[in-house]
């Protein structure tokens, strides 16, 4: 989830790392904000849950699938990287009545 006070979501609200050898997060981060311009002009985009999906998708793939590692990078908590997994489809929760075939209480 991003959070800004305003209508807009700056390159500030990404929590991306600042800070790079040679300034090459800075230039990241201005080709980001471009891309965002070129995407905003695309009709019918839903901008929002379109750049959350491919963050999440992304940093999921990048960390191995590893949930922990994944909200680690994306400075959230584990609890929420799983929400936003399961809202994507990059996981299920078991059915609870396959728990209780193998003797789990629900």
């Avoid at 965002?36 to 990048?62: C, K, M, N, W």
């Amino acid at each position: 989830m991003l959070v800004a006070p305003d209508d807009a979501i700056g390159l500030e609200h990404l929590k991306l790392p600042s800070s790079r050898a040679g300034g090459s997060s800075v230039t990241l981060l201005n080709r980001i904000g471009h891309a965002f311009h070129d995407y905003f002009r695309e009709p019918g985009s839903q901008a929002l849950r379109d750049i959350e999906r491919r963050l999440v998708t992304e940093a999921y793939q990048f960390c191995q699938s590893n949930q922990v590692q994944t909200a680690e990078l994306l400075g959230i908590s584990r609890n929420v990287v799983r929400t936003l997994l399961k809202r994507y489809g990059l996981i299920n929760d078991p059915d609870p009545e396959d728990l209780c075939e193998f003797g789990a209480s629900i």
